[in-house]
């Protein structure tokens, strides 16, 4: 078995195989994020849990990354988040499992580009927050 200590060509082709699915599964988090963020349906702590089950059984995902990759992006079971039809809320906290972390940016960037479109045609006009 190969040292990914002792060998720094596994360790790098290792990163560049994580950083690929990673991408891959940002792309896939931010289509199925945009279908709601289009009808303006608030981010939910139940959406954030529908969102990452869609993402991580997508089968083009699956069939482009072996079952370890796979593992490295599931959310661990001790770390349970509420199932409710609040709004999502991490409060300052910056270590979200990686679909949580790509929905949220996605709805952030969302927010910000209408915050900007809305204040670039009227200068008086506040956002909207998502689903108001």
Known sequence: ??????????????????????????????NIAARYIVQQV????????????????????????????LGLFQRPSD????????????????ALPAVFAFAVSAYEEAARRAAQSTSASSGLKRARPWGG
């Open 42 to 69: 608030p981010l939910t702590w139940r959406l954030l849990h529908a969102i990452e089950a869609e993402a991580l059984a997508d089968l083009g995902f699956a069939s482009r990354h072996d079952a370890l990759m």
């Open 79 to 94: 770390l349970p988040y509420p199932e409710t039809d609040e709004g999502v809320d991490f409060g300052t906290s910056t």
């Open 1 to 30: 078995m190969n040292n990914l200590i002792s060998d720094p060509t596994d360790h790098a082709l290792a990163a560049l195989r994580y950083q690929t699915a990673a991408r891959d599964l940002e792309r896939i988090v931010r």
